[in-house]
């Protein structure tokens, strides 16, 4: 099992940053992607960004490039959303996820990856 609890959520203003923090833990050592998705209220969850824990490789969302990076601690126990330049569309409960295969992270942007946090709540005020 992976837990993973988010923190770092708040209110700012357009043009503001915010960075999220996702501390993991239980059986980590096997985790393959961690990512980070987002739901604004009455629309489907997104994927936002995603990195391979051992590559280090990342993607983004078309909609958050050039404004966001994801990152992990060395320790590969925290993730990361450094969110720059923020609009009111960004406005969202921000979910980080995890999962130990390479199929489920390839898949990501169907949302199969298998372990979940509880979100939180970004709001961006224009």
């Known amino acids: 099992q992976v837990q993973l609890v988010e923190s770092g959520g708040g209110s700012v203003q357009a043009g503001g940053s915010l960075r999220l923090s996702c501390a993991a833990s239980?059986?980590?050592?096997?985790?393959?992607?961690m990512a980070w998705f987002r739901q604004a209220p009455g629309k489907e969850r997104e994927r936002v960004a995603r990195i391979y824990t051992n590559s280090g490789n990342t993607d983004y969302a078309d909609s958050v490039k050039g404004r966001f990076t994801i990152s992990q601690d060395n320790a590969k126990t925290t993730l990361y959303l450094q969110m720059n330049m923020l609009a009111p569309e960004d406005t969202a409960m921000y979910y980080c996820a995890a999962d130990r295969t390479s199929y489920n992270c390839y898949m990501w942007a169907s949302l199969r990856l298998g372990y979940w946090g509880q979100g939180t709540q970004v709001t961006v005020s224009s």
């Open positions: 239980g059986y980590i050592v096997s985790t393959y992607c």
